[in-house]
C-alpha cells in the first residue's frame, strides 16, 4: 500500500494476467512498458481489453 492506494510491482505480463483473473472489480490505472518480456504492452492491452474490457479505468503504456 502506497499513500492509501493498493500497488502491484509485477514482473511481466503473465503475472498481471493472474492478477486480473482474480479480481472483481476493475484497476484504476495499469502503467506498462511498451516492450516486456514475451508479450509487449500494447499487445497485451489489446488482449485484455478483449478478454475483460472493463478490467481497467485508465491504462498507460511508456516508451522502455
Given at each position: 500500500?502506497?499513500?492509501?492506494?493498493?500497488?502491484?510491482?509485477?514482473?511481466?505480463?503473465e503475472?498481471?494476467?493472474?492478477?486480473?483473473?482474480?479480481?472483481?472489480?476493475?484497476?484504476?490505472?495499469?502503467?506498462?512498458?511498451?516492450?516486456?518480456?514475451?508479450?509487449?504492452?500494447?499487445?497485451?492491452?489489446?488482449r485484455?481489453?478483449?478478454?475483460?474490457?472493463?478490467a481497467?479505468?485508465?491504462v498507460?503504456?511508456?516508451?522502455?
Amino acid at each position: 500500500e502506497v499513500a492509501g492506494t493498493d500497488v502491484a510491482e509485477l514482473e511481466d505480463v503473465e503475472a498481471l494476467q493472474a492478477v486480473s483473473d482474480a479480481m472483481t472489480g476493475a484497476f484504476d490505472l495499469i502503467i506498462s512498458d511498451v516492450r516486456m518480456p514475451r508479450l509487449g504492452g500494447r499487445e497485451f492491452f489489446e488482449r485484455l481489453k478483449a478478454e475483460r474490457p472493463d478490467a481497467a479505468r485508465r491504462v498507460v503504456i511508456r516508451p522502455a
